[in-house]
Nanobody
């Protein structure tokens, strides 16, 4: 089991930046993949970015060049650096990690004003 807690969301103007954090309750030792998803009102949850052990990061086309996913194993924390934010990035952002199970955080709201 892994408990995940997101933070860092908020209200920002278009063109601004935010960094989301996802703190895990234990080490990443057995984690095989981790990622960020988002869900806008009336839309399905979608993958934003993900990393798997030993593999390159994967990004949704809509965020390539603007968002960067990273991890700090010592801090047991995953990050999503978001730059040049657009109103269409407005959503609740969730972190997810997988080992033998799939674990989700509670979500953090990101609102980008035009």
């Amino acid at each position: 089991q892994v408990q995940l807690v997101e933070s860092g969301g908020g209200l920002v103007q278009a063109g601004g930046s935010l960094r989301l954090s996802c703190a895990a309750s234990r080490s990443f030792f057995s984690i095989i993949s981790m990622g960020w998803y988002r869900q806008a009102p009336g839309k399905q949850r979608e993958l934003v970015a993900s990393i798997t052990t030993g593999g390159p990061p994967v990004y949704a086309d809509s965020v390539k060049g603007r968002f960067t996913i990273s991890r700090d194993n010592a801090k047991k924390t995953m990050y999503l650096q978001m730059s040049n934010l657009k109103p269409e990035d407005t959503a609740v952002y969730y972190c997810q990690m997988r080992d033998y199970g799939t674990y989700w955080g509670q979500g953090t709201q990101v609102t980008v004003s035009s």
